[in-house]
């Protein structure tokens, strides 16, 4: 199972009103017999992206995963997006968990 997914925006400094927002993303990928194995994440239905976890080995069957990903800025707005993400076990059973980030500044 996929759990506690959140994408939190990040404080940035920036002059003009196209810099890139930079956003962390965090979820925890549990199985109850078999240790998870990987996990991929997905952007707006874009290509499945790898994710390490946070101790770099996935060989627990409990797992957190944080990374960042940075979103477009246009004319100091940012468009709605999602973020899908799951989480493999080593017999290749999946959980799947997915959110939004709403559109900012408009």
Same mark, same amino acid.
């Given at each position: 199972?996929?759990?506690?997914?959140?994408?939190?925006? $990040? $404080? *940035?400094?920036?002059?003009?009103?196209?810099?890139?927002?930079?956003?962390?993303?965090?979820?925890?990928?549990?199985?109850?017999?078999?240790?998870?194995?990987?996990?991929?994440?997905?952007?707006d239905a874009g290509?499945? $992206?790898? *994710?390490?976890?946070?101790? &770099? *080995?996935?060989?627990?069957?409990?797992?957190?995963?944080?990374?960042?990903?940075?979103?477009?800025?246009?004319?100091?707005?940012?468009?709605?997006?999602?973020?899908?993400?799951?989480?493999?076990?080593r017999y290749d059973?999946?959980?799947?968990? &997915?959110?939004? *980030?709403?559109?900012q500044g408009q």
């Open positions: 199972a996929v759990t506690n997914l959140k994408a939190v925006g $990040q $404080q *940035i400094t920036c002059a003009g009103t196209n810099c890139p927002k930079p956003f962390l993303v965090s979820f925890d990928a549990e199985d109850t017999t078999s240790p998870i194995v990987r996990a991929e994440y997905s952007l290509p499945w $992206q790898h *994710i390490d976890p946070a101790g &770099k *080995i996935s060989d627990s069957t409990r797992e957190h995963y944080a990374f960042p990903i940075s979103l477009d800025v246009e004319a100091g707005k940012i468009g709605e997006h999602l973020i899908t993400v799951r989480a493999y076990d059973n999946v959980g799947l968990a &997915k959110t939004i *980030i709403p559109a």
